[in-house]
């Protein structure tokens, strides 16, 4: 029987259910976001928006790896265990030459304020998205050949995963004999989900 979308299913063996239905929601997200917002390139916010004023993207490269755990064991010989991923990295080249020496100023301006914040991104294509990027860092660089207007930058992006927090609950006939731990600093109440958001979480509310 294939589930909604005729995916057959995956059978969950070695991570694979896992792995492959991440892949299905980036690549099921890539094409409604592609239907919804158009052929979309480059890093964007949860809103759909271009977090820079760029002229052009003109290149993207993602790696992404994982490390086995090792152990030496008797006679020389070692033993492997435990499989984790690292979190994906990519790097995209953005450029801007239009728009004289204010408006270069300004993008430059952006770069630099997107990269101190601790903000999350979309990486999109029109063939896949990476979500969840936050910069960790840039580079700029201006060539001769280029012509002394066009600026290049490269952002450089990692992967950030959230962690679900749990509760636990104590029941004490005196309050007073309740353990005390630290809650931490209080966040803001998140807004209201974007389109781009909510495109993104039914595509994995289809897999669940």
């Not at 290149?59 to 435990?82: T, W």
């Not at 450029?95 to 770069?111: A, D």
């Not at 990692?158 to 809650?183: F, I, L, M, Q």
């Amino acid at each position: 029987m294939l589930p909604i979308g005729g995916i057959p299913n995956i059978p969950n063996f070695k991570g694979l259910n896992v792995a492959g239905t991440n892949a299905l929601i980036s690549l099921g997200g890539a094409a409604l976001i592609n239907a919804v917002f158009g052929n979309y390139w480059g890093v964007f916010n949860e809103y759909g928006i271009p977090i820079l004023l760029a002229d052009n993207v003109t290149s993207l490269k993602y790696s992404n790896s994982a490390k086995i755990a090792q152990a030496p064991v008797e006679k020389g010989s070692f033993a492997c265990y435990n499989k984790v991923a690292n979190p994906y990295k990519a790097t995209v080249q953005l450029t801007k030459g239009s728009g004289g020496t204010l408006m270069r100023g300004m993008f430059l301006g952006q770069v630099e304020t997107l990269a101190a914040s601790t903000l999350l991104f979309y990486i999109i294509t029109p063939e896949y998205v990476y979500t969840n990027a936050c910069i960790v860092g840039y580079d700029t660089a201006r060539e001769a050949s280029d012509g002394a207007q066009l600026i290049k930058v490269n952002l450089h992006l990692e992967e950030v995963r959230e962690v679900v927090v749990k509760y636990d609950t104590e029941e004490v006939k005196n309050p007073d004999d309740a353990k005390e731990s630290d809650g931490g600093e209080k966040q803001p109440e998140k807004p209201g989900e974007s389109l781009l958001s909510q495109a993104v979480n039914a595509i994995k509310g289809w897999f669940k």
